[in-house]
T-cell receptor
Framework: GENVEQHPSTLSVQEGDSAVIKCTYS??????FPWYKQELGKGPQLIID?????GEKKDQRIAVTLNKTAKHFSLHITETQPEDSAVYFC?????????????FGRGTSLIVHP | DAGVIQSPRHEVTEMGQEVTLRCKPI?????LFWYRQTMMRGLELLIY????????DSGMPEDRFSAKMPNASFSTLKIQPSEPRDSAVYFC?????????????FGEGSWLTVV
């Protein structure tokens, strides 16, 4: 089955700095890579995703990059703000049997200091 | 859109008692997932259903855990008997499967403490 490794487990930055979270996956058949943000006391929520036919995707201050050859993908947050503080999860999935069932990384706790 | 609704939000119970967690998925979604989150293990997939049918329960830790989905708008996760190591946040989630990938919508979680 798929195995997703996520680093770092904790990331502390100053407000305004950039933050980068990296993930690797093992299954070359994986072709859908979502990122979820979990705020304190809430469930994870999708913030951005990327498919294997695209190398990069941006949405305002958030960008994801994908390197299928190396089997790794990253989340980049620019101009971080205190409200970006949360746990971020990467995930990888493929259309196995017609279903996209994601395998999640262990999560990265991002702390943005004002 | 009410989102995925879980109950109870918080439960404290004594070891050996039965615990039932409830979930109402988003209307029209065809997949339902139960996850458990702990500091040690992160986010674990326990079981998922497709069109009310359990597809993969390989993540269910023991026979003490069981899940049902009697209809498209309701699911339960039951722990009987409960043990302190079951203390965790349990998330229900649902999605609508698409050929291009799917967004999984999580509920706010049920925080379970077994003492």
């Amino acid at each position: 089955g798929e195995n997703v490794e996520q680093h770092p487990s904790t990331l502390s930055v100053q407000e305004g700095d950039s933050a980068v979270i990296k993930c690797t996956y093992s299954d070359s058949a994986s072709n859908y890579f979502p990122w979820y943000k979990q705020e304190l006391g809430k469930g994870p929520q999708l913030i951005i995703d990327i498919r294997s036919n695209v190398g990069e995707k941006k949405d305002q201050r958030i960008a994801v990059t994908l390197n299928k050859t190396a089997k790794h993908f990253s989340l980049h947050i620019t101009e971080t703000q205190p409200e970006d503080s949360a746990v971020y999860f990467c995930a990888a999935s493929s259309a196995w049997g017609g279903s996209y069932i994601p395998t999640f990384g262990r999560g990265t706790s991002l702390i943005v200091h004002p | 859109d009410a989102g995925v609704i879980q109950s109870p939000r918080h439960e404290v119970t004594e070891m050996g008692q039965e615990v039932t967690l409830r979930c109402k998925p988003i209307s029209g979604h065809d997949y339902l997932f139960w996850y458990r989150q702990t500091m040690m293990r992160g986010l674990e997939l326990l079981i998922y259903f497709n069109n009310n049918v359990p597809i993969d329960d390989s993540g269910m830790p023991e026979d003490r855990f069981s899940a049902k989905m009697p209809n498209a708008s309701f699911s339960t996760l039951k722990i009987q008997p409960s043990e302190p190591r079951d203390s965790a946040v349990y998330f229900c989630a649902s999605s609508l499967q698409k050929s291009s990938g799917n967004t999984i919508y999580f509920g706010e979680g049920s925080w379970l403490t077994v003492v």
